[in-house]
């Protein structure tokens, strides 16, 4: 079911162009397609998110806001477990992202010069949370934490309508716990656009954060621009490192935990140990007798999971680098040597107790990561993701006439003499 291969310098790096292949640019007719949304919600406001909305839901948004009183009352219908495990998540996320809080500063130099910046949250910000089987409670809290904790100063979620006139209780409670402040009942790319232009019932927002389809993905890209958002997520992905102390039970099951997400997830165990990518692989067919979503997982793992048996560990981590996963394992002898060599991954659990589920729902950093090799230049979601920056600067008339030469040098280098002259007129 998933493939095995020998290292060599060849066949390995084959899976690169393979894992590329899947993240290639949106479908032209799903680009046309959402164009036309975005251009209509921003052209006729509510009226046409409400068309879209019983075209592809099959039923009406409740555009009017749901606010916090009755966000307390709906969350009070969530199981009582799984709201207390809910707040407990809450307060690991919480406790991790404050750690990441900047301040503003300033600066005085002798001659008078005063330099600084100013950091503050951003004024709104829209979640988008997918609904129906794709409803992820943990999602609103990755996303609406770390935007509270920047000062955001208003935080909305659109998300589906539900087609039996209910509520996802657990996406309620995690909207209530996390301190959003409205929601609205839409979804699709028509939620997007009326977040991201604005209508009648939704005031426009500065950013766009939260996972969705192929429409909502392409409905953020773009909106870029327009808004910020925070990234454009490929399909989900797992990298593991293990010697031959790793236990293959623990392999097979964290290599499935993602390939359960989506056909085009992507699972991949290195090895330096033969004997384990062998038990790792029945392992794996063993185990997946039993899980629910075990189609999903075959099809995952045989077009984009791979077993790779490396030569030495320094080649592991050379193509772990190079591949730059989502969510990376190091489950050997000594994790922690591995920290600081391994440069690109979203999020790096180290040992055999840190499996990927305890960073998707719990452990505090965010779930919300880097995919298709973007760890490479990308951050995880942060409180730095809801923050804007602004320098400043105040010269007194000594401090700009011991620079005036030198930016005016500068500037008619540059051919632009009213620089120039702004700096001239003074003196």
Excluded at 17 to 43: F, K, M, N, P, Y
Excluded at 78 to 94: F, L
Excluded at 378 to 401: G, M, Q, T
């Amino acid at each position: 079911m998933i493939p095995m291969v020998q290292a060599d310098g060849k066949q390995e790096y084959l899976l690169l162009g393979q894992l590329a292949a899947r993240s290639q640019e949106t479908d032209r007719r799903v680009t046309e397609s959402v164009e036309r949304i975005l251009d209509d919600v921003r052209l006729r406001g509510d009226e046409a998110v409400e068309e879209y909305t019983l075209r592809f839901d099959g039923t009406k948004p409740l555009l009017a806001p749901i606010g916090r009183e009755e966000l307390k009352k709906l969350a009070e219908s969530c199981d009582p477990d799984v709201y207390a495990a809910m707040e407990r998540a809450a307060k690991n996320i919480e406790d991790f992202h404050r750690r990441q809080l900047q301040q503003s500063w300033l600066t005085t130099q002798e001659n008078g010069v005063i330099l600084g910046q100013r950091i503050r949250g951003l004024k709104r910000v829209g979640i988008y949370v997918p609904g129906g089987t794709a409803a992820y409670p943990s999602s609103v809290l990755m996303n609406a934490i770390p935007a509270k904790i920047a000062g955001v100063k208003e935080i909305v979620m659109v998300t589906p309508p539900p087609k039996n006139g209910g509520f996802n209780s657990a996406v309620m409670a995690a909207a209530y716990i996390a301190g959003v402040d409205a929601v609205h009942l839409c979804g699709g790319a028509q939620a997007v656009a009326a977040l991201a232009y604005g209508t009648k019932s939704i005031e426009k927002v500065d950013k766009i954060v939260g996972p969705g389809n192929i429409y909502v993905a392409t409905a953020k890209r773009l909106l870029f621009g327009v808004v910020d958002i925070d990234m454009i997520a490929g399909p989900s992905e797992i990298l593991i490192l293990a010697d031959e102390t790793a236990e293959p039970s623990y392999l097979a099951a964290d290599l499935m935990s993602q390939a359960e997400h989506d056909p085009l997830a992507s699972a991949i165990l290195l090895t330096t140990s033969e004997d384990i990518a062998k038990r790792t692989a029945a392992e794996i067919e063993r185990q997946i007798a039993s899980l629910s979503r075990a189609d999903i997982i075959r099809r995952s793992l045989s077009d984009y999971g791979a077993i790779i048996v490396c030569r030495d560990m320094d080649e592991a981590v050379d193509f772990a680098n190079r591949l730059a996963p989502e969510h990376l394992e190091v489950m050997c002898e000594d994790p922690m040597s591995y920290v600081g060599r391994l440069d690109n991954a979203g999020s790096v659990f180290l040992g055999k107790y840190s499996p990927e589920p305890l960073g998707d729902y719990y452990a505090g950093p965010n779930h919300v990561l880097p995919t298709s090799g973007t760890a490479r230049f990308f951050s995880p979601l942060s409180v730095d993701s809801f923050v804007k920056k602004s320098s400043f600067i105040s010269y007194n008339r000594a401090a700009l006439e011991a620079a005036k030469e030198d930016i005016q040098t500068i500037a008619r280098e540059e051919g632009l003499d009213a620089h120039a002259n702004s700096i001239r007129v003074r003196f």
